[in-house]
């Protein structure tokens, strides 16, 4: 037995002996829900963990070869203190290691 999606149209396979189910997942029905009642979407709020990927991964560009948990530092730096500060201090830990490099 198959049913479709209130929201959007899909097929639902109907289980025998369960209460027909009405849409065909969570989203669907949320979705639905605020159609209803005229309620507007969230705005789109960045995870932490979302920014924190994004700046550690601008900072990988600038300064190849330093550690994660160095990245990861940096950061945390940067949420708190500013971006100004996290460069100061990224820029000198990088060329910490490349003078260590060289002199290997």
Known sequence: MEAKCQQCGRVIK???GHRPRQYCSDEC???A???RHGVKAK???ESRLSRM???IWEMK???PNLSHSTYYM???IQEKYGEKLATMIGERFWWEVEN???QS
């Open 43 to 45: 705005p789109y709020k």
């Open 29 to 31: 029905r949320q979705t």
């Open 33 to 35: 829900f605020r159609r």
């Open 53 to 55: 990927a994004t700046i």
């Open 74 to 76: 940096l950061a945390e």
């Open 14 to 16: 109907i289980i025998p």
């Open 100 to 102: 260590a490099r060289k």
């Open 61 to 63: 560009k600038k300064w």
